[in-house]
């Protein structure tokens, strides 16, 4: 927003983003049962998704939020830390489950796996927030080929939280290293050799043109939004684009299922 002006008009309804975490200072109306329900009481610390503004935005001293969008803090979680997970963690969830298809079933089964847990999942921009959390997510659910795009300093770190494979995007040859790589340690079933994406990203030249190269008849793609068009420089706004369908139309190959995440929608 401050580099770019992006949704401005929105802030002062909204008052920030979505994160937020505190201490409950008080149960009030119907949720008072649901609160009791979940185990949360005054005093408890907790942290929440929330992003309907008003009571809700989380940017003022005190918010009022129906119970259900409240979680406990962990002990040994600041809230500060605590504020920066649940984004995070909804955005993974939603854009698996419901852009990707993936199964994360919860409580897991005893014994469960996945259907697709040998098929290669990309997750470029893996280093960044979102990225970070669908690693550690996908191979606590038992995806097996967790396969991740960052630059080449945060390798060691992903693969310490769960990355399968690697891969410098700054490489010129990233897209060829990935298909190999997919080819030799994939499901064997054939076409897509990668047939789940995520692009925490959403940049039209830096992560969806090398994207169209690796998605294939079958692959499915979900795209964090908005797609970056151009960033702003101190001359020029920047340009947004929220159809995924108007992005590089004439390079997806046919049968690629295109999907623009909407983590908001989550509560649907």
Request: hydrophobic share 40%; charged share 20%; proline share 6%.
């Amino acid at each position: 927003r401050a580099d770019g002006g992006l949704l401005v008009p929105s802030w002062p309804a909204q008052m920030g983003g979505g994160g937020a975490a505190g201490t409950v200072v008080a149960l009030v109306g119907a949720d008072a049962n649901d609160a009791a329900l979940k185990g949360l009481r005054v005093g408890d610390k907790v942290m929440a998704f929330a992003f309907h503004g008003g009571k809700e935005a989380n940017h003022q001293e005190y918010i009022t939020i129906p119970a259900y969008l409240a979680g406990r803090v962990p002990e040994g979680v600041s809230l500060q830390e605590a504020s920066t997970v649940p984004v995070n963690l909804v955005t993974v969830f939603h854009t698996a489950t419901t852009d990707l298809e993936l199964e994360l079933p919860w409580p897991i089964p005893q014994g469960w796996t996945p259907a697709a847990a040998d098929a290669p999942i990309l997750v470029w921009g893996a280093s960044s927030s979102v990225g970070i959390y669908a690693v550690q997510v996908l191979r606590h659910w038992g995806y097996r080929q967790v396969l991740a795009v960052s630059s080449g300093r945060h390798h060691e770190y992903l693969r310490r939280v769960g990355a399968t494979a690697c891969f410098d995007y700054t490489k010129p040859d990233v897209v060829q290293s990935i298909l190999a790589y997919a080819r030799e340690n994939g499901s064997g079933a054939g076409e897509p050799q990668v047939p789940y994406i995520l692009d925490c990203i959403g940049s039209l030249e830096g992560t969806l043109r090398p994207l169209t190269s690796i998605a294939q008849r079958g692959s499915r793609v979900a795209v964090m939004l908005p797609v970056i068009l151009k960033d702003a420089t101190e001359e020029d706004e920047p340009e947004y684009e929220m159809d995924v369908s108007k992005c590089l139309p004439d390079k997806w190959a046919e049968g690629v299922i295109l999907r623009g995440a909407r983590t908001h929608f989550y509560l649907q």
